[in-house]
């Protein structure tokens, strides 16, 4: 059983950037898919980015596409979240997630990490 652990949010301006990690504990990272999630009061948690087990497949949101890199290194067991050219839009609580290849559903959750993005 994953544990997650994020951090790298914080307060920054509109047009900068920010590098979120989380790091992973329990199972066996290398077989997990991992995700970025953000969520904003009275708002559903929506998707941001996945990346498969083996690093080679990447998806974004379109409001994130082309302004966001995920990544991860499964030697230390951390996978990366790079956004560029933030938007006040992209205040949030992002969360990182890990989930099985044999499920579509999120089972391990880290306890997110606030980003807010001023103008």
């Known amino acids: 059983q994953a544990q997650l652990v994020e951090s790298g949010g914080g307060q920054v301006q509109a047009g900068g950037s920010l590098r979120l990690s989380c790091v992973a504990s329990?199972?066996?990272?290398?077989?997990?898919?991992l995700g970025w999630f953000r969520q904003t009061p009275g708002k559903q948690r929506e998707f941001v980015a996945e990346?498969?087990?083996?690093?080679?497949?990447?998806y974004y949101a379109d409001s994130v596409k082309g302004r966001c890199t995920i990544s991860r290194d499964n030697a230390k067991n951390t996978v990366n979240l790079q956004i560029d050219f933030l938007k006040p839009e992209d205040t949030a609580v992002y969360y990182c997630?890990?989930?099985?290849?044999?499920?579509?559903?999120?089972?391990?959750w880290g306890q997110g990490t606030q980003v807010t993005v001023s103008t």
């Open positions: 997630a890990a989930r099985m290849s044999t499920t579509f559903r999120y089972d391990y």
């Open positions: 990346i498969m087990r083996s690093g080679g497949d990447t």
């Open positions: 329990g199972g066996t990272f290398s077989m997990y898919h």
